[in-house]
């Protein structure tokens, strides 16, 4: 693919087909985003790549503790402060998910890319149910049969989130290249218990969030492409 229409092919894809990964794909994928700049070339990062049954059954395990968490936030306080303590379902991850709004302009802009997926799903705004199940969709990996967690060490701070995030787009990019969809999932680093049960990860690595692979269902979800900036936004003007 020309590298322009790989760049704005790239969409975040919530619904994928059941056709496996072959194995040489998915490494090929990732010796392509191996390519990728890191500060001082430290690459500090590792990947738990999921696939066939350690997918299906991290992402089973993962949808419990989204539906029983999903179930305590419904509770009346006394009782959800009780359940959280004992459902096994308070996040572990090791990074805090952002409680609350995020700061009044992107709290705006997150309201609209909701907004904006709900429409295109036909999802009304009040309907909580149907919102929650297209959340939970987010822990068996909208149906993708790779599932990619991404982990760094904590030692090099804030270099090595930015590392991971180029490799991420790295591998978005060469997978849209190969006709394959993904999705990077922030949602992926609330629970790390269940990622733990089927991978020994290196002593001190933090789970940063996850990614879901694989082919593009033909989905109305799959059509939905959020606006990006205009230039006037992105630029701070000279003094
Ligand atoms: C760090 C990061 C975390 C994300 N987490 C999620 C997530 O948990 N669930 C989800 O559906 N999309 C998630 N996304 C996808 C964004 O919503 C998406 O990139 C954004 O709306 C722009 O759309 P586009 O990727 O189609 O250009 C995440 C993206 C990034 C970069």
Known sequence: MDFLDVLHNRRSIRA???KPVAQEIIDGLLLEALE???SSNT???KLAVATGDTCK?????????YQKSSKIQ??????????????????????????GKYPPEFQKRRLATGIGLYDVLGIERGDKKARDDQMAKNFTFFGAPVAIFFFIHPGMT????????????????AATNKGLGTCPQGALGIWRSPID?????PKGYKLLCGLALGYPADAKV??????????NDLLIPVK
Do not use: C, E, W
């Not at 059954?57 to 503790?65: R, W």
């Open 16 to 18: 994928f087909s059941d």
């Open 197 to 201: 049960k089927h991978f020994n990860i």
């Open 74 to 99: 419904r509770q009346p306080l006394p009782l959800k402060v009780v359940s959280a303590i004992t459902s096994g379902a308070l996040p572990d991850g090791d990074y805090k998910p952002i409680l």
């Open 43 to 45: 690459q500090p990062y």
């Open 36 to 38: 990728s700049p890191s």
């Open 222 to 231: 799959n059509s939905y492409r959020p606006d990006k900036l205009a230039l």
């Open 57 to 65: 059954k991290l992402g089973q395990q993962l949808l419990s503790k």
């Open 158 to 173: 804030f270099t090595a989130m930015v590392d991971a995030g180029i490799f991420m787009q790295s591998l978005m990019l």
